[in-house]
């Protein structure tokens, strides 16, 4: 069943309270956490500073920038004090991951500069999840989060990361704080919240990990679908991408996109692509449109907006795309959005679209 996330904030800010509470009397202060340069106090108060942080941008809608306010401790505030202050931000997060319609974004810098309610939840988390583990690296107690919370995050803000044998482990080497068998050490990381991209009458939303494997299944992935939808093809093609996901060979940007109609918020189809770009500078794109949606126009306005992204990256010369013979539609999609055909064979048609090049 799919979840917003606000649940796994609800659970992480548990977790946290809990096993720190047992500790709150202990001397914090001056007690380096873990790898940072922080001592423990100042680590807890930093949880609560990413929640309300979190909660604050959600809420707000803010879209150029953080929201300008900051969260500041009234003097003489215990460590069980800070531990309340994050029950009561971990809320608020949670509050506003369960009011934010599905098309909200907000500001977030990393690396696309919008987050939707989910990314925010798995940035929440992985805040807390990681954070605790740092003062109780520091304070000498022992702290394993539940899977599930590890498996969150991991598919919706590290679709770049292959699954490790367990995720706790994973999440820790991806975030440069543990060593994981057959991997170099990391030293720097980073976010990795699903791209959209803007069309005139639609948004096409990349597809994280976690929403291809709802939606390879019999689940929605998050989306509102329009009457019919997801159809087979999407299915099939999310599957793919969670292989990709599982073989430590996908790039999110050159992955699967559902088309999300502006006005209604409801979800068409999918379009994408079949892996990244190939050494000659070549990319094949792939498509299917829900039957209601078909012969509006939609599919090839999303072949126009996604190939031209596509074009304007270094590493691409060509977007290809390969049909059946007897798919006359698809065909005329291809045409209106400017492809050529320069192949075939007895069974598909062969088409791509080249940007032009100076010099």
């Known amino acids: 069943?799919?979840?917003?996330?606000?649940?796994?904030?609800?659970?992480?800010?548990?977790?946290?309270?809990?096993?720190?509470?047992a500790v709150a009397d202990w001397e914090w202060e001056g007690v380096r956490a873990g790898r940072l340069d922080w001592d423990c106090r100042q680590t807890a108060v930093h949880i609560a500073e990413d929640l309300i942080a979190y909660a604050g941008q959600l809420a707000g809608r803010e879209q150029d920038g953080y929201s300008p306010f900051e969260l500041s401790m009234e003097e003489d505030t215990g460590n069980a004090d800070v531990l309340r202050v994050i029950g009561t931000t971990g809320a608020?997060?949670?509050?506003?991951?369960?009011?934010?319609?599905?098309?909200?974004?907000?500001f977030h810098p990393s690396p696309f500069r919008s987050a939707n309610r989910e990314g925010f939840a798995a940035m929440g988390v992985v805040e807390?999840?990681?954070?605790?583990?740092?003062?109780?690296?520091?304070?000498?107690?022992?702290?394993?989060?539940?899977?599930?919370?590890c498996d969150f995050v991991l598919t919706r803000t590290f679709p770049h990361v292959q699954p490790g044998p367990t995720p706790w482990p994973t999440l820790l080497w991806a975030t440069g704080r543990g060593e994981l068998s057959g991997r170099a050490p990391l030293t720097e990381w980073r976010w990795n919240n699903n791209?959209?991209?803007?069309?005139?009458?639609?948004?096409?939303?990349?597809?994280?990990?976690?929403?291809?494997?709802?939606?390879?299944?019999?689940?929605?992935?998050?989306?509102?679908?329009?009457?019919?939808?997801?159809?087979?093809?999407?299915?099939?093609?999310?599957g793919l991408v969670y292989k990709q996901?599982?073989?430590?060979?996908?790039?999110?940007?050159?992955?699967?996109?559902?088309?999300?109609?502006?006005?209604?918020?409801?979800?068409?189809?999918?379009?994408?692509?079949?892996?990244?770009?190939?050494?000659?500078?070549r990319v094949e794109i792939g498509y299917d449109l829900v039957e209601g949606a078909r012969g509006h126009g939609y599919a090839t306005e999303a072949?126009?907006?996604?190939?031209?992204w596509?074009?304007?990256?270094?590493?691409?010369?060509?977007?290809?795309?390969?049909?059946?013979?007897?798919n006359l539609p698809s065909q005329n999609v291809l045409a209106r959005a400017g492809f050529t055909q320069v192949a075939e064979d007895?069974?598909?048609?062969?088409?791509?679209?080249?940007?032009?090049?100076e010099g």
Request: hydrophobic letters at 40%; a negative charge.
């Open 245 to 281: 996901y599982e073989d430590g060979v996908h790039r999110p940007e050159w992955g699967m996109y559902v088309l999300v109609r502006r006005e209604d918020g409801r979800a068409l189809g999918a379009m994408g692509f079949h892996g990244v770009p190939d050494e000659a500078g």
């Open 310 to 326: 596509a074009l304007k990256r270094d590493e691409v010369r060509t977007v290809v795309a390969n049909v059946e013979r007897g």
């Open 92 to 106: 608020l997060l949670a509050a506003a991951i369960r009011t934010a319609p599905r098309h909200v974004r907000a």
């Open 195 to 238: 791209l959209v991209i803007d069309a005139e009458r639609i948004t096409l939303q990349g597809v994280t990990p976690a929403a291809a494997t709802d939606l390879s299944t019999v689940g929605d992935g998050g989306f509102a679908w329009i009457e019919g939808g997801p159809v087979e093809g999407t299915r099939v093609g999310a």
């Open 303 to 308: 072949l126009r907006t996604l190939s031209a």
């Open 1 to 21: 069943m799919w979840t917003t996330g606000a649940e796994q904030v609800e659970q992480a800010v548990d977790e946290c309270v809990s096993l720190l509470g």
């Open 346 to 357: 007895p069974e598909l048609l062969t088409y791509e679209l080249r940007e032009p090049r």
């Open 128 to 149: 807390v999840l990681l954070h605790t583990h740092d003062i109780c690296e520091g304070l000498g107690l022992s702290y394993e989060p539940a899977p599930e919370l």
